[in-house]
């Protein structure tokens, strides 16, 4: 079954800390770039990062220096540790493919609040 499953989402004050997880079926994640994507109220889905089958990594401007992205090939799995949290990262955190996307799973909600 293809799926997308994504976690770790939350509540944090502003300059915290969150660790987001992904799996996916192995249809989805072997072979493939993966990447994360954020929707915020109101706004269209936009990239976060995107990390290759050999690692290479992209990170859209906003997330410089504090989000990491990794992936363990040999669980499916990818992450996305986040760091120094700003209420602008508000917003429903998904997974997919970044070309041939799958099904989009349901997210993970990240609300950054004081």
């Known amino acids: 079954q293809v799926q997308l499953v994504e976690s770790g989402g939350g509540l944090v004050q502003p300059g915290g800390s969150l660790r987001l997880s992904c799996v996916a079926s192995?249809?989805?994640?072997?072979?493939?770039?993966m990447a994360w994507y954020r929707q915020a109220p109101g706004k269209q889905r936009e990239l976060v990062a995107t990390i290759s089958t050999g690692g290479n990594i992209y990170y859209t401007d906003s997330v410089k220096g504090r989000f990491t992205i990794s992936r363990d090939n040999a669980k499916n799995t990818m992450y996305l540790q986040m760091n120094s949290l700003s209420p602008e990262d508000t917003a429903v955190y998904y997974c997919?493919?970044?070309?041939?996307?799958?099904?989009w799973g349901q997210g993970t909600q990240v609300t950054v609040s004081s």
């Open positions: 997919n493919r970044i070309i041939f996307q799958a099904p």
């Open positions: 192995g249809s989805i994640f072997s072979g493939y770039s």
